[in-house]
Nanobody, 117 residues
Framework: QVQLVESGGGLVQAGGSLRLSCAASESIFSFNAMGWYRQAPGKQRESVAVITSSGSTVYAGSVKGRFTMSRDNAKNMVYLQMNSLKPEDTAVYYC???????????WGQGTQVTVSS
């Protein structure tokens, strides 16, 4: 069973930065794509950033230019660098992975990000 463990969330003032990390229990090359999603209270979970197996990244329009997703293949880690944070970025952030072979979808337990105004 694949495990994804997020870390790095916390409380930050508007304009500040945080870096989220996601550790995968197996090689990230076993995934077609990995992503960061978020869910704010009372709202649906939404995609924030996705990185494909080829290294291409796609960002939600609301975070483009402020957030950067990256990966460290050797450490089986993906990251989300979040700059110029806004109160509307407040949410639980989840790491996601889609397996290559069967397309199974895995989720981490989530990490809370709170941006104060």
């Amino acid at each position: 069973q694949v495990q994804l463990v997020e870390s790095g969330g916390g409380l930050v003032q508007a304009g500040g930065s945080l870096r989220l990390s996601c550790a995968a229990s197996e090689s990230i090359f076993s995934f077609n794509a990995m992503g960061w999603y978020r869910q704010a209270p009372g709202k649906q979970r939404e995609s924030v950033a996705v990185i494909t197996s080829s290294g291409s990244t796609v960002y939600a329009g609301s975070v483009k230019g402020r957030f950067t997703m990256s990966r460290d293949n050797a450490k089986n880690m993906v990251y989300l660098q979040m700059n110029s944070l806004k109160p509307e970025d407040t949410a639980v952030y989840y790491c996601n992975a889609v397996s290559r072979i069967y397309g199974d979808i895995y989720w981490g337990q989530g990490t809370q990000v709170t941006v104060s105004s």
